[in-house]
């Protein structure tokens, strides 16, 4: 792989420790504790219960881990009850304006926006990393011809570490090139299995074109088809791309630290992070959604008739409503206006897009979904994005791990450099059977 000169950071990623403000006292079995109160740049607070078991031999018991902070940070600021989504401190209204992925994946690991000379620097890096091994080409034939895109994605991530061996001294230049090889070759990876699943030849990146200008051409052109980028599309795209790049620690980004805690190699902790984001509750919503508005356009079922199945608990609505935001999802505000310019100018009549627009109307009007802040979220608006682009429904996850793909890397580069950091290992509230001794085969009933 050719090397290029190295977009070196000047902002590294120093141990996180929040301020202890004050403490709680929590009384248990008639004995007074104290828990450090940890305060947060933006006046979150948590109750820091590291000693707890060994001070009182309780644990906490939280489900889910929503109310669990399993981790100080710097990188993504959310508040759910205000809509706030924030990259190292900007805002993603401003991102997705102003910026671009490349230039907001640089922001997620190192922490400030580059300079000119700091990102030509890094989107060269990127470019010379986007080629895969040659032999690598091998395992797209190995593979079933209806195999799913994530099942190639996450195998061929996690063998990179064959091509490319991770040093047991990971210094910068070898902790860039690895960062640089991800980002860039999670496209290629899954643009060859795109192409291995229509039968299609491979499609090699190219210098010459700009980070999402390159996955497309790798997509969608081929030897006896002219194929042409139109802008619009390459915005949404790029837009899609930075809306997703990072979320605090949600299932997918967790999954990355706790495999990154035993010190596995990054490819063997992306491509479990991978494997996380599949499941149709994290990374494969937007799928789901298309999949609900063609089974309302082929019953029959009105939008409205569908709500109302949907709130008598016979159906489920997808896309509304989210785990952490209790208002309007930030990145549904930004992506809604893409999704109407984009569909509207390939002339506005996917019946998929218009039931949606009904189903949107319905639930913004309806005191049901409004008292429980079930809004439309990034996931509604994104798949009518990505099919309007040319992607196919099984495909929609894959560019889920595209984009956030330097949010898990900018997660694990700040463990890595945080002394600090241990082994994950979550307890549990044992509620099986009591002690109980081996009964022989001739002795059980």
């Known amino acids: 792989m050719a090397m290029v000169e190295t977009a070196r950071p000047e902002v590294a990623d120093a141990p996180v420790r929040g301020n202890v403000a004050q403490t709680a006292k929590l009384i248990v079995e008639g004995k007074t504790y104290e828990l450090p109160i940890i305060v947060g ?125 991770v040093p047991d001294d990971l210094d910068p230049e070898a902790e860039e090139q690895i960062i640089a090889n991800l980002i860039s070759q999670v496209r290629t990876i899954a643009a060859f299995s795109y192409k291995k699943s229509i039968g299609e030849p491979v ?63 990054i490819y063997s902790v992306v491509s479990a992070g991978i494997c996380a984001l599949w499941g149709k509750l994290h990374g494969g919503a937007n799928q789901e959604v298309i999949h609900m508005l063609q089974y309302i356009r082929k019953s029959g079922c009105s939008p409205a008739e569908f709500v109302a199945r949907a709130k008598d608990k016979k159906e489920r609505l997808m896309g509304f409503g989210h785990r952490v935001y209790k208002s309007f999802d930030p990145r549904a505000k930004i992506i809604k206006q893409l999704c109407h310019k984009l569909v509207a100018k390939h002339g506005g009549t996917d019946p998929c897009f218009e039931i949606a627009l009904k189903l949107e109307e319905i639930a913004l009007r309806d005191d049901y979904f409004l008292s429980r802040n079930l809004y439309p979220n990034v996931d509604f608006y994104s798949g009518l994005i990505l099919k309007a682009a040319g992607f196919r429904p099984d495909i929609f996850t894959v560019l889920f791990a595209i984009g956030r793909m330097p949010g898990w890397l900018a997660q694990w580069r700040e463990m890595h450099h945080d002394p600090s950091s241990k082994l994950g290992r979550p307890r549990q509230v044992y509620q099986g059977p009591g ?4 009964v022989p085969m001739g002795e059980r009933t």
């Open 41 to 165: 740049s933006e006046n979150e607070k948590a109750l820091d219960i590291t000693n707890l078991r060994a001070q009182t031999g309780y644990i906490t018991l939280d489900c889910g881990f929503a109310n669990t902070g399993a981790c100080q940070s710097r990188i993504t600021y959310i508040d759910g009850e205000k809509g706030i989504l924030r990259y190292r401190g900007i805002p993603i209204e401003e991102l997705a304006e102003k910026s671009s992925f490349v230039e907001t994946a640089y922001l997620l690991m190192y922490g400030e926006l580059p300079g000119k000379p700091q990102l030509e620097r890094f989107s060269r890096r990127l470019n010379s990393s986007s080629l895969i091994h040659e032999d690598m080409l091998h395992f797209f034939t190995g593979f079933p011809k209806d195999a799913h895109p994530m099942s190639i994605l996450t195998t061929v991530v996690a063998s990179l570490s064959s091509f490319y061996p």
């Open 203 to 265: 499609v090699y990146p190219s210098n010459k074109l700009k980070f999402v200008e390159n996955y497309l051409t790798m997509m969608f052109s081929s030897p006896v088809k002219d194929f042409r980028l139109d802008p619009d599309i390459v915005r949404a795209i790029d837009v899609f791309l930075m809306l997703h790049a990072d979320h605090e620690q949600n299932c997918s980004t967790s999954t990355v630290r706790l495999a990154a805690s035993s010190l596995a190699n």
């Open 435 to 438: 002690l109980r001794h081996y």
